[in-house]
C-alpha cells in the first residue's frame, strides 16, 4: 500500500462527519486489487461487514464471490467499495447526508484506483454515482460513459438473495460486463491484443 492509500485510510479511520462512525463496529474501507481496472461499488457495510472490517463478506459477498466466477472475475482483478465506510443501523439505507459525509472518500478511492469500468451495486449505489434518478428496475445493465470511465448498474446481491426471479437479468448484466472487460482491458483475461 502505497503512501497515498495510507493516508485515505487514515483520514478514514480517523472520520466524525456523520453519526454512523459512533455505531460502527469497523470501518469497512475497500478491498481487492488496487490496481483494477474493474470496480465494484456497494450502499454500505452489513452486519458481517461491520464485524470483519471487509466489504461483501456475509450472504451477499459470497453471491457476489460466485457472480464474479461466472464471468471469469475473482477478488483479485477487481476493488470493491461501499458509498459509505461505515454500517447504517439495522441495515437501513444510508440517508444523504452520511452519503454526502463519505463522498469524498470515495471519489479518493476511484482516483487512485484509476479503474475503467465502474458496476454499481444496487440502487442507491447508482443513485449516488451514477445518476440521481436512476431507476434500478429499467437501468440496470446499460452503460453511461463519463470522462474516459464506463459505468454500469446491477441489481445488489442482497436483492437476488431475497428476489432469485431477478437472477436471469442480473446473469445478463454480467455477460455484458465480461464483454465489455474484453473490449476495453482484455489483459483482465489474459487476452493479448
Not at 46 to 63: I, N, R, S
Not at 67 to 80: A, F, N, S
Not at 148 to 154: D, E, H, K, N, Q
Not at 163 to 172: L, T
Request: include cysteine.
Amino acid at each position: 500500500m502505497d503512501d497515498n492509500w495510507r493516508r485515505l485510510r487514515r483520514d478514514c479511520d480517523g472520520c466524525e462527519r456523520c453519526s454512523l462512525c459512533r455505531t460502527r463496529g469497523k470501518l469497512v474501507f475497500g478491498d481487492g486489487n488496487e490496481n483494477a481496472k474493474i470496480m465494484l461499488i456497494g450502499e454500505g457495510p452489513g452486519e458481517q461487514e461491520d464485524l470483519q472490517g471487509l466489504p461483501f463478506v456475509g450472504p451477499a459477498g459470497q453471491l457476489l464471490d460466485e457472480m464474479l466466477e461466472l464471468i471469469d472475475l475473482d477478488r483479485t482483478k477487481v476493488y470493491i467499495a461501499n458509498i459509505v465506510k461505515c454500517r447504517p443501523p439495522r441495515n437501513r439505507d444510508p440517508l444523504p447526508e452520511e452519503q454526502e459525509a463519505c463522498s469524498s472518500f470515495l471519489a479518493r478511492q476511484i482516483a487512485l484506483v484509476q479503474p475503467m469500468i465502474i458496476v454499481c451495486l444496487g440502487r442507491i449505489a447508482a443513485q449516488g454515482i451514477m445518476k440521481a434518478d436512476l431507476r434500478i428496475t429499467r437501468e440496470h445493465g446499460k452503460w453511461f460513459e463519463h470522462a474516459g470511465t464506463m459505468y454500469m448498474a446491477t441489481y445488489h446481491p442482497s436483492a437476488l438473495l431475497r428476489d432469485e426471479s431477478k437472477r436471469p437479468e442480473a446473469f445478463e448484466d454480467l455477460v455484458k460486463l465480461r464483454q465489455q472487460i474484453r473490449e476495453l482491458c482484455p489483459d483482465v483475461y489474459g487476452i493479448k491484443i
